[in-house]
């Protein structure tokens, strides 16, 4: 299909909003709380204007610029510096520092646009014969360097724009199936299903801008994952673009034809093959939802309860529990909640740490849904209930994380996330180092970092860590800063859990995948990624 | 550990069963219907004796079998004819042939017994130093050639029996894990957890006799997988010798740490190294377990309700639905009902063609089962209920099959299974296809086939179809009746649904695998196997 180029101008931006600029600043409160809990002295740092960005002429060659507008017309294949500029990487808190101008920013040498499957398969073929790199590119949302245009050994790179692959091809509502194009955006897959009544389910925080085939190169996981399962879970089919042609794996729920090569393609980042088309399990879209914040005494005494639940089946369909760092963030900054007050109230009922606890249930019916929340309760004891309106605003708030960070890297802070996951049993220990590495290289004289964390991610077995950082930037070496307490966290979590539980490999925890599948998975790996893509024209510099 | 050698006697055998003859014979009144609905003139066809059975000298060098008793000790290194015939391939209908003397029986060179993953990476290393094939061997209940002591392109084979890896080696309540060796018996491992109160909650037909390394080499599903998913599904960890050295994957419920070696690990099939050790999730075991029978009417209408129950995650632990034939053949063969009554009584409740369907719950107690129980009642509408009874006859002959197979086959049958899966809007059409090409190919002037099906794993977007074959025996060519029996249900498969839900590819559907995964699929694999097993001694033969 067609889209207007001109669509495509959010992707040129030097944060999560459209301007480049935070589209809501920082309440006054917020501020005055942070520079008295952080040592911050708030300053303006706005995103750089573009023109001060540092931009090679592309490297393209003309004549496989020339085969790549036969294939895709062109005007699809785009190298005036905007465009490149646009599609620079992905939205980590280094990215974005990139654009304010610290840091080499990776720009491609042209964006395509191709406008189906067979297109891709074609660009791929041309750059795979001219050994030009490419990079997949749906919503860019990566927060790993996953789309940076990195050359490799190649002499240029493309960045190959997936947005005009945004079709449902088929909807199976006996099967409960659908097959969608990989451009397809989360909220536009959301739209198209509900005209059947039909929902995905996928909602992680980067729902908005991300897409489908995103979701399946990175193994990505949502907010509801207890509910829908992770995105891994929902894919029954892959269609993958190669150098070597087209691939297309799964024809069936399971099977036992060998390995299961679905998973194989799930989290390949790139690095396998273009995924052009992903089917996916789809599910009546539910009628009821009730959100609820509950507060529970410590991290310790909460994993018990969300472990409890996990392993009674009795998890809502969205349950996440914030620890006492990130519960007073959370709710200092909603500005909604006088903490003293609330602070008193619940040391009146024996909570001395206090830890918010959002369970957010769901249902085709009324009956449905309370069932599963009565089956959730059962386990939540002594928590106290704080009722359905700090479960709203957990709710209407569950996408703004990249908005708040905009918001925060604009008055001078450090701020990102990263995540892990391990077996119950390891979880506090995790919890520990992880926080205890971030504490001790990002405190200095006048900067005291919070480092808070959440499980929203809950399995049989174990659970998923998210911590979020927030310091006063090193206006110095801003890069420096968060590298060095990146590598200390990675270097804290490497033998007790995974260096990614949602956030897949990228650049950034490249280094750290031999650790964690041994030498000898990097070594299938790197088989696996020669044997589709000889010329290694794949996403550059990702995965292996 | 030290097992006598004796002990394995029972892998010395022409059937399921130790003796290598039926322990149960055939009932009379089952031998007359048969001979009424099938065509067949019983009469006997017992077990060769192993005497009578060709089997070459062992070509194991000298020098090989010296290193490897230095691993393994001497008296673990088995060379004689009968150790060599225990271990000559698994239990297919055509394995079972080859044992009664139709066709040739694939005899290893040597029988290796390693006592711990340590000594089965040395065995490994050795192996491949000198060239000699490893046919990894567990419980040695493969239906698809998978443990054929095949040589490939080796002039040796050795077949690495795992039975004395049979430890549990730790179990972590907390997190509902436990970390088995690869031989460890299902039984065996059920009877470990109990001590622990907990239960893994596999069983596949093969359970009595199957490992949990083969549990997990072939992508096995359990009969209660509604309840406790596929093996794969509990797969959290594995262990592989591989002849580059050790290799273990699995370190979190899950992962975003590029694709997910383990599925890549399950199912393998002993082609990209040994499983020496299997980290599986793990449940606490069911107190309250009530089993049903219910009769709908027709296939069709059958899997409406199974597909009702599947979307709505309503199916019982264990649900199987058996269409008109399979449960006209099972009433009659258990002998319990008299047919002709039944129907009667069926047929006043307007069903005229009687499929019953098995439905088991389980609970912690007996609310929680009882529930269980009334969320899958709303889905029956118009069954019959058989009551308990019922369910408690599947219930106590559910790992009968492979006996009663040996009883068929002793009075002149050919008995076989084969199995697939796709989505629910094809399951008719495959069914349909399958069952017509088996017909089509066993009907002759005086044999009539029975085509027997049932659906016994389900899932929201499909389910299995697992079809039983009884037919009088072709005496002049048994096996080429039923290889072509098997290719015209093979092809019929292919375009509709897997080639395999449960048996894996081993040999038997090696040919089909391209059609399923694409020959880039295939190649992927090669790439793997060579890159972890560059001299090719891994099972050499299987999968790719």
Redesign the interface.
Known sequence: MNVPVDHLDHRIRGGWTSSGAADAELPAHASRWLSARTGLTPRRTPVAPDSGLAVAESELPAQVRAVLGSIVGPEHVLVERADRLGRAGGLSYLDLLRRRGSGELPVPDAVVLPADPAQVQRVVEVCAEHGVGIVPFGGGTSVVGGVAALRGDKSSVVVLDLCRLDELVSV?P????AVFQAGVVAPEAERLLAAHGLTLGHFPQSYERATLGGFAA????GQASAGYG?F?DMV?GVRLA?P??E???G???????????R???????GAFGVITEVTV?V?PAPVWQRYEGFVVDGFAGGAEVV?ALA?ASALGTVTRLSDPQETEVGLTLAGSWKMAALRGYLKARGIAEPCLLVIGWEGQTKHEMLLRRRSSLRFLGKAVRLGTAAGEVWRHGRFSGPRQRDALMDVGMCVETLE???????LGELRTAVRDALVASLTTGERRPIVACHIS?S??????LYFTTLVPRDLEDPVGQWRDAKAAASEAIVGL?????????GVD?AA??PG???P??V??????R???DPDGVLNPGK??
Do not use: K, M
């Open positions: 199976d006996v099967s409960r199936l990175t193994r990505s996981s992770r891994e029954e190669t070597r042609g691939w297309s794996v024809v069936a729920p399971a099977s036992a034809a060998g390995p299961d090569l998973q194989l393609a799930v989290g390949s980042e399990r599910r472990r392993q892990t996951a391990t077996y119950w049993s390891r991610h399995y049989e077995t174990g659970a998923s859990g995974t260096i990614t539980h949602h956030h897949a490999t925890h750290y995948l964690e599948i041994g000898l998975g070594d299938v790996l790197r088989a696996v020669r044997e589709l995965l292996v």
